[in-house]
Each structure stands twice: as C-alpha cells, then as structure tokens.
C-alpha cells in the first residue's frame, strides 16, 4: 500500500466515523494476505450496517467523499456474504444535484440488495 492509499484510507476512515449513523461502526483492519503473497495485502474499513439508516448513511458518505477526490477515486464495498461492488469516480465533484441524488440512489440499492443464489443446472441436486 502507498503512502497515497494509506492517506486515502486514513481520510475515509475519518469521514465515514463523522456520520451520525456510522458512529462506532467503522473499523480499520488489516486485509488477509492473499494466496501466496508475503504479509497483509492492505488495511480495509469495515462497516457495521444492518439495513435503513446505516446503508443510506454509509451510501450518503462515501459519495460526498469521493466528490471531494481529485482524479480518479476506487472504492470497493464488499458486503459479508462476499459479493462486492466497486466504485470508480472521475472528477465527480462537479456533478448537479440531481446526478448526486441518482448516483446516492444507485449505490444505496447496490449496497441494500439481497443477492440471488445461483440457480443449479437442470439436472443437478
């Protein structure tokens, strides 16, 4: 990790426990290493979100942080179940507001939605 990365994740970390309804539910944590490297792969934000306030709270907070980015801006959510989304942002900041609330409405439904199981073959038990 970058210094660069580390500083992003520091100004994250610092922005998302600032939220009323993220309070006490960030953590910073060092991710598992993946197969067959040395060592941590980065430190990761965990959010503690159930559904309602939490998710629209979280949502809310990670789009106005990455308007506040210059360049490009990636951040990916992995939800407990494993699935995932990843956000990339360019020069967000300029967006009107009715682009903020749409993006806000997109990425909160992404968050909040159930994924489907996958469906067996015809044939399989």
């Known amino acids: 990790m970058t210094d660069a990365d580390r500083g992003a994740t520091a100004?994250?970390?610092?922005?998302?426990?600032?939220?009323?309804?993220?309070?006490?539910?960030?953590?910073?944590?060092?991710?598992?290493?993946?197969p067959g490297s040395l060592g941590t792969m980065a430190d990761v934000l965990t959010v503690a979100v159930g559904t309602g306030g939490a998710v629209s709270g979280l949502t809310s907070a990670l789009i106005a942080w990455i308007r506040r980015r210059a360049g490009e801006t990636v951040v990916r959510v992995t939800r407990a179940d494993g699935s995932s989304i990843e956000?990339?942002?360019?020069?967000?900041?300029?967006?009107?507001?009715?682009?903020?609330?749409?993006?806000?409405?997109?990425?909160?439904?992404?968050?909040?939605?159930?994924?489907?199981?996958?469906?067996?073959?015809?044939?399989d038990e």
């Open 87 to 123: 956000l990339r942002a360019t020069a967000v900041h300029g967006l009107e507001p009715d682009g903020v609330a749409t993006l806000v409405r997109e990425v909160g439904r992404s968050l909040a939605a159930r994924p489907r199981p996958a469906a067996l073959p015809d044939g």
């Open 11 to 34: 100004s994250l970390l610092a922005w998302l426990q600032a939220e009323d309804e993220l309070r006490g539910r960030v953590e910073l944590e060092a991710a598992p290493p993946q």
